[in-house]
Nanobody, 118 residues
Framework: VQLQASGGGLMQAGGSLRLSCVAS????????MGWFRQAPGKEREFVAS????????NYADSAKGRFGISRDNAKNTVYLAMDSLKPEDTAVYYC????????????WGRGTQVTVSS
C-alpha cells in the first residue's frame, strides 16, 4: 500500500484546511486509515482514524470538535477537514494505514506541512 498526502499549507489562526491522502496498491487490504502529526521537537501523535469499510471514527482530544475525518472509497482517498486552526496545530501531518490481520500502522505516507500563524 502506498499513501500520498497533500493539502497542507500556511494558514492564519481560525482558518480551515482539508488534507487528502490517496491510497494505491493493495487497497483492498486496507482496514483502517489514520492521520498523525509531528510538531517540531515533539513526538508523532495520533489525530484521527476511520474504518475503511465502516463508519467508526476516533479522534484525539485535541481534534474533537474541530477536525473531521472522512473517506471516499471510490477514490481511495481519506480526508482530514480541519477547522478553527490554532498555532499549536502546526506540524507535519502524515496519513497511515492498517491492513487486515495486522493491527499496526504499517504503511505511511510522506507528510504534508501545516503551518498556522497567530
Amino acid at each position: 500500500v502506498q499513501l500520498q498526502a497533500s493539502g497542507g499549507g500556511l494558514m492564519q489562526a481560525g482558518g480551515s484546511l482539508r488534507l487528502s491522502c490517496v491510497a494505491s496498491g493493495r487497497t483492498l487490504s486496507i482496514d483502517n486509515m489514520g492521520w498523525f502529526r509531528q510538531a517540531p521537537g515533539k513526538e508523532r501523535e495520533f489525530v484521527a482514524s476511520i474504518r475503511w469499510n465502516g463508519y467508526n471514527t476516533n479522534y484525539a482530544d485535541s481534534a474533537k470538535g474541530r477536525f473531521g475525518i472522512s473517506r471516499d472509497n471510490a477514490k481511495n482517498t481519506v480526508y482530514l477537514a480541519m477547522d478553527s486552526l490554532k498555532p499549536e496545530d502546526t506540524a507535519v501531518y502524515y496519513c497511515a494505514a492498517k491492513v487486515q490481520f495486522n493491527n499496526t500502522w504499517a504503511y505511511w505516507g510522506r507528510g504534508t506541512q501545516v503551518t498556522v500563524s497567530s
